[in-house]
């Protein structure tokens, strides 16, 4: 884990953080791992995805997550589907769901939560304390291929008037280029790049965070304001959901922010 990243516990709930989303004012905000809510099993014991058990275990997860980081109790859930779809959120109370297929969220409203679900995929949280906007995005491989966060950087631009240099982004808890080997379909999806390293078996290794981060750069984001956790969920698969590491046999964690 980076420097610029801390976990948080709270009432067994732990969560990572961003410092640089808590220094520019976006306090409610946080990376959940595995522990700290009522889910037994395989999906032992903060699973945040209603596909994968009874709805009542899973809304207890999200309130130990809203006590424990501060969220005000509305949030706007995903159907994710490994596209670039993204969605503008206006309003809604309890929990908010997508009309349709979207792997991102983006809202200039106080209040609500933006929730996005991973286990290896990588979430994205972005925030511009200029103009008071918020993203979350699913960036998997298919999704980093397609440029979903720089589609979030472009909402954010053209509806809200945020200037991407002003915006501040953190690559949660995703699988590392150590444990992430793909074959030559992921290459020619991204179109090679530097964040592929070739193996002796013709396969390679993907640095998925790094391939965000060039998104972000292109995008117009300010280096220095990319902040990325390093924090692999495969070989962490005590602290994190993984399905590299146990395959459907898990839950979801999620990224989350609120204005």
Same mark, same amino acid.
């Given at each position: 884990?980076?420097?610029?990243?801390?976990?948080?516990?709270?009432?067994?709930?732990?969560?990572?953080?961003?410092?640089?989303?808590?220094?520019?004012?976006?306090?409610?905000?946080?990376?959940?791992?595995?522990?700290?809510?009522?889910?037994?099993?395989?999906?032992?014991?903060?699973?945040?995805?209603?596909?994968?058990?009874?709805?009542?275990?899973?809304?207890?997860?999200?309130?130990?997550?809203?006590?424990?980081?501060?969220?005000?109790?509305?949030?706007?859930?995903?159907?994710?589907?490994?596209?670039?779809?993204?969605?503008?959120?206006?309003?809604?109370?309890?929990?908010?769901?997508?009309?349709?297929?979207?792997?991102?969220?983006?809202?200039?409203?106080?209040?609500?939560?933006?929730?996005?679900?991973?286990?290896?995929?990588?979430?994205?949280?972005?925030?511009?304390?200029?103009?008071?906007?918020?993203?979350?995005?699913?960036?998997?491989?298919?999704?980093?291929?397609?440029?979903?966060?720089?589609?979030?950087?472009?909402?954010?631009?053209?509806?809200?008037?945020?200037?991407?240099?002003?915006?501040?982004?953190?690559?949660?808890?995703?699988?590392?280029?150590?444990?992430?080997?793909?074959?030559?379909?992921?290459?020619?999806?991204?179109?090679?790049?530097?964040?592929? %390293?070739?193996? $002796?078996?013709? +396969?390679?290794?993907? #640095? &998925?965070?790094?391939?965000? *981060?060039? @998104?972000?750069? =292109?995008? /117009?984001?300010?280096?220095?304001?990319?902040? %990325?956790?390093? $924090?692999?969920? +495969?070989?962490?698969? #005590? &602290?994190?959901?993984?399905? *590299?590491? @146990?395959?459907? =046999?898990? /839950?979801?964690?999620?990224?989350?922010?609120?204005?």
């Amino acid at each position: 884990m980076t420097k610029d990243f801390y976990f948080d516990k709270k009432n067994g709930v732990v969560t990572l953080r961003c410092r640089a989303l808590d220094m520019a004012g976006f306090e409610k905000h946080c990376f959940t791992t595995r522990l700290g809510g009522v889910s037994t099993g395989d999906l032992y014991s903060l699973n945040l995805s209603f596909s994968r058990e009874d709805g009542k275990t899973v809304e207890q997860n999200y309130r130990r997550v809203f006590d424990a980081v501060g969220f005000s109790g509305a949030c706007a859930l995903t159907d994710q589907r490994h596209t670039d779809n993204l969605a503008v959120i206006e309003g809604g109370d309890g929990f908010i769901k997508s009309d349709g297929p979207t792997d991102g969220l983006v809202t200039a409203k106080s209040g609500i939560c933006l929730a996005v679900f991973v286990a290896d995929c990588a979430p994205v949280l972005l925030a511009d304390p200029v103009k008071q906007v918020v993203s979350a995005v699913h960036s998997g491989w298919r999704g980093t291929a397609a440029g979903i966060s720089a589609g979030a950087v472009g909402i954010m631009k053209e509806r809200f008037g945020s200037d991407p240099e002003s915006i501040i982004a953190a690559i949660g808890p995703c699988i590392g280029a150590c444990c992430y080997e793909v074959g030559d379909d992921v290459y020619e999806g991204f179109g090679g790049g530097s964040f592929f %390293e070739k193996k $002796e078996n013709g +396969r390679y290794m993907l #640095d &998925l965070s790094g391939a965000i *981060r060039r @998104t972000l750069e =292109r995008a /117009g984001l300010a280096p220095g304001n990319i902040y %990325e956790s390093r $924090e692999c969920t +495969r070989c962490g698969n #005590d &602290l994190y959901y993984s399905h *590299r590491a @146990t395959g459907d =046999r898990r /839950g979801n964690m999620a990224g989350m922010i609120e204005i």
